[in-house]
């Protein structure tokens, strides 16, 4: 029988313990890593260029890859899944322009207008799931074909022309600041704590990375593995859709081109940030991370005036460096 | 066994209907306008030009594009106009020998062509309707060496923002530019490239000018930025505002949006290419052409491009220049 005095002492004596499992778990995890090499970035545009270290062009940074942050954790769901989603970049621009009309021609209050485009978003990620679910299309193909669909809706609706006349109370999304921090570096905040609790500390987020491991598995084991599949593709619609959104707030307009060869961005992110493409293992932090990386690598090659051929071929060698330190992690652990 | 049924109606329903719809050649006169990509704002007066056209004399038009300013996917909208049989096309060329081909070959199948802010001159178009790009942005150089008559810097160092690095009509302007300034204390000092997306382009200008406080001025080479609100971009209004006598910027394109711009004293000189008038006249003139008529306002511009002269049928439809002082009257 262990008396009170005891139970303080073993929990004590554990608390080390514990502390010190937690801290092995982070440091070995893929999260680290990126961060760390997001670091060492960091600290070589610090030293070299002294206009990276004020906190305007940091903030500036933050609050550009924040848009692809928040597309980058909804298809990082679907990725986890074992899934692809192509149609990230059109269901930006269609929700952008959706949204953006609503609130300036039809003289919706924004709140609604904002709703009815993340309703929308959240329908087309529903149908890509139901094309990948009840008609079997490969998601690849699936959400190809919804690259084109969103695309073409976001010109027919719009006949090409951008819509402007958006007031404040839209612009505060993407142009607003709360304690003098962009307003959607907290909406990315916001939104990668939930889904990372989500993720981790819910059964359905467990299912997920269950479904990427192994889907017969998990199939076998009474899981509904369909209405998974269309949960995720549904979150990645939605917030594809706050995306362009607030791309769209911030820029005053929403515009039918929006979020064009936005898919790339959003997946390099989500690679960068450690998750495989064959499913069963990513984080909310690493895509965050990731997409701070991009952020970061263009900002530096316009602050040391590098012209901007340079900037894809930077890019894709930080995807390929980043998928081979991954497997070399994987394979040893 | 359903299901095989199901897909095989589907297909055979899907494949006669777009053999239905090959084979079924335009019986009336139409004429396509055929911009460089669908979506382009800068485009858009040109389709309004063109509709415009087609009213006052009664034509069907079309404004047929590919989504992406490729000349390959041109080449292929053009090819299914061919088929379709179109009397006429007005094509704004992605690149000017990618489209020869296409072009002589829309001309040999009996369809009149010509080319529209973007021309093709080793083609057989019929003429060309618009500004040469390379002239547009030679004038660009000479607003900014207008700005700059009185300044007395040793040097004055400009940021170049462009679109797609490579794209041809951008690629002229730069040149024209540059040539306009060559010889002077006006330098090229920074060329950012913002791939036709007006976020980037926004992203591009705010970090440079963050960055760059001193830079004396920014030619756009495309409007691309004055598509957002100067809301979205604080450090270029910050920059502009904190010396505006000395600090200048020179742009091509007017759109609607820049007159908030210029409201706020953010733009010096924006020099504006009608395509408007681009898209009335080519298809007022393409009409003549199937008429038998002579073209209206045409005349021989020669050019020598790098060794090679051209002698170029053209409808100049002039550039217009928008400044503080004319923006209000300019800018509807």
């Known amino acids: ?333 | 066994m359903k299901k095989l049924l199901l897909v095989t109606l589907l297909v055979v329903l899907v494949a006669g209907g777009l053999l239905f719809a090959a084979g079924a050649k335009e019986k009336e006169r139409v004429i396509a306008v055929v911009p460089q990509q669908l979506g382009n704002v800068v485009f858009l007066p040109a389709e309004e030009g063109m509709k415009a056209a087609g009213k006052d004399f009664g034509v069907k038009v079309l404004w047929e594009a590919p989504t992406k300013a490729e000349a390959q996917l041109q080449v292929e909208v053009m090819e299914g106009l061919i088929e379709r049989g179109v009397s006429a096309i007005a094509i704004s060329c992605n690149h000017p020998d990618a489209l020869a081909g296409v072009i002589n070959q829309a001309i040999a199948a009996g369809i009149a062509v010509s080319t529209f802010d973007a021309d093709s001159p080793g083609s057989n178009r019929q003429f060309f309707a618009g500004t040469n790009n390379y002239q547009a942005g030679y004038i660009c150089g000479e607003e900014m060496l207008r700005l700059y008559k009185d300044h007395k810097k040793d040097r004055i160092r400009v940021a170049l923002l462009e679109g797609i690095p490579g794209a041809f009509d951008i690629e002229s302007r730069k040149k024209g530019f540059k040539d306009a300034v060559a010889g002077s204390n006006i330098e090229v000092v920074y060329e950012g490239a913002c791939d036709d997306d007006v976020d980037k382009s926004v992203i591009i200008v705010e970090d440079y000018t963050r960055a760059n406080p001193n830079i004396d001025a920014w030619f756009m080479a495309g409007g691309w930025p004055y598509v957002v609100q100067p809301g979205a971009m604080p450090e270029y209004t910050k920059w502009k505002q904190s010396d505006p006598q000395n600090h200048m910027v020179v742009t091509m394109d007017v759109f609607p949006s820049s007159k908030e711009f210029f409201d706020m004293g953010l733009i010096d000189s924006a020099v504006d290419q009608s395509f408007y008038d681009m898209g009335y006249l080519s298809v007022k003139n393409l009409l003549n052409v199937l008429d038998g008529k002579p073209i209206e306002g045409l005349e021989i511009i020669t050019m020598d491009d790098e060794g090679v002269v051209y002698n170029i049928p053209s409808i100049d439809t002039g550039t217009r220049i928008v400044t503080p002082d004319n923006y209000k009257t300019e800018i509807k």
């Open chain 1, 1 to 333: 029988m262990v008396d009170q005095s005891e139970q303080g002492l073993v929990k004590i004596k554990k608390a080390p313990h514990f502390l010190k499992n937690w801290a092995t778990s982070i440091v070995k995890s893929q999260s680290f890593r990126i961060f760390i090499v997001m670091v060492v970035m960091c600290v070589v545009m610090w030293i070299i260029s002294p206009p990276f270290r004020t906190s305007t062009n940091i903030l500036s940074v933050a609050k550009n890859f924040s848009t692809y942050a928040i597309a980058g954790i909804g298809v990082t769901l679907v990725i986890i899944t074992g899934g692809i989603d192509l149609s990230i970049g059109s269901i930006f621009g269609l929700t952008g322009v959706i949204a953006t009309m609503m609130f300036a021609k039809f003289n919706i209050p924004a709140f609604p207008a904002v709703l009815i485009g993340l309703a929308l978003g959240t329908l087309l990620g529903l149908v890509n799931g139901l094309f990948v679910v009840r008609a079997n299309l490969p998601p690849f193909i699936a959400t190809l074909g919804m690259l084109s669909i969103a695309r073409s809706l976001a010109y027919i609706i719009t006949k090409g022309y951008p819509v402007v006349g958006l007031g404040k109370e839209i612009l505060f999304l993407g142009q607003g600041d709360i304690l003098k921090i962009p307003t959607p570096i907290w909406l990315m905040a916001v939104i990668a704590i939930i889904f990372s609790i989500f993720l981790n500390k819910t059964i359905t987020g467990r299912r997920i990375y269950a479904l990427g491991g192994n889907e017969e598995a998990t199939k076998i084991s009474g899981i509904n593995t369909d209405r998974l599949k269309l949960l995720v593709y549904s979150i990645g619609g939605c917030l594809y859709a706050f995306s362009g959104i607030i791309t769209a707030s911030k820029l005053g307009v929403g515009q039918p081109t929006a979020g064009n060869g936005y898919e790339l961005d959003a997946i390099a992110a989500v690679v960068i940030g450690g998750a495989s493409l064959t499913g069963g293992a990513g984080t909310i932090a690493g895509t965050v991370i990731g997409a701070a990386i991009m952020g970061i690598l263009r900002n530096a090659l316009v602050l040391l005036s590098i012209r901007s051929h340079w900037q894809q071929f930077v890019i894709g060698w930080v995807i390929i460096i980043a998928v081979i330190l991954d497997q070399l992690r994987v394979a040893k652990n």
